[in-house]
């Protein structure tokens, strides 16, 4: 089973400032098949990221994503008091397929 | 506009079966481009993937619940199901259930969550 860990578990920022959030795995993830996920307080998980680095439908473009390997980061350009929550990566492993999800990193302003 | 929406008892007593229901609109668990997956999240923790049902109704589960865990579509009415059997205090979570991609592996619509106690 392919395990993600990400980095920091915390991060304190001020509006405007740049988040850098870390997702490694513990095996390569092929085709980078790593996404990754808001989720605010009281509501299911939304898409952001999908294959490492394409946003996904209505998402806003200060939000990226990058890497590939083992490595990959969702990076927020400029933080607004709307982007608090956690934010979680998920990986899908060759077949049969397996799912896994970082403990997530949680983003206050 | 997809959505997903769960439905289910809230409480379930120790060693029953956790029983829960996926009704999918706007779309159709028929289509090749999808498989209906579970996902459930403790409170305060962190997010499970509990297994996976495909158009064919094949499925794939969760090596650490397979030995308890039933999925299965119906698609004359667009719906998915979940049962979990000899649920302890550990299984009380919300569960989604989301829709995932067939060629990206990602999960691109969630229903809004049901949350399942376990308690007598």
């Given amino acids: 089973e392919i395990v993600l860990t990400q980095s920091p578990a915390t991060l304190s920022l001020s509006p405007g400032q740049r988040a850098t959030l870390s997702c490694r795995a513990s095996q390569i993830i092929m085709n980078n098949y790593l996404a990754w996920y808001q989720q605010k307080p009281g509501q299911a998980p939304r898409l952001l990221i999908f294959e490492a680095s394409n946003r996904a439908t209505g998402i806003p473009v200060r939000f990226s994503g990058s890497g590939s390997g083992t490595d990959f980061t969702l990076t927020i350009s400029s933080l607004e008091p709307g982007d608090v929550a956690i934010y979680y990566c998920q990986q899908r492993s060759n077949w049969p397929w397996r799912f896994t999800f970082g403990p997530g990193t949680k983003v206050d302003i | ?112 969550g049901s949350l399942v106690t376990v308690s007598s």
Wanted: aromatic share 10%; hydrophobic share 30%.
């Fill in chain 2, 1 to 112: 506009q997809e959505q997903l929406k769960e439905s289910g008892p809230g409480l379930v007593k120790p060693s029953e079966t956790l029983s829960l229901t996926c009704t999918v609109s706007g779309d159709s668990v028929r289509s090749s481009n999808y498989y209906w997956n579970w996902i459930r999240q403790p409170p305060g923790e962190g997010l499970e993937w509990v297994g996976f049902v495909s158009h064919t109704g094949s499925t794939t589960y969760n090596p650490s619940l397979r030995s308890r865990v039933t999925m299965s579509l119906d698609t004359s009415r667009d719906q998915f199901s979940l049962k979990l059997t000899s649920v302890t205090a550990a299984d009380t979570a919300i569960y989604y259930c989301a829709r995932g991609d067939s060629l990206s592996g990602m999960f691109d619509v969630w229903g809004q």
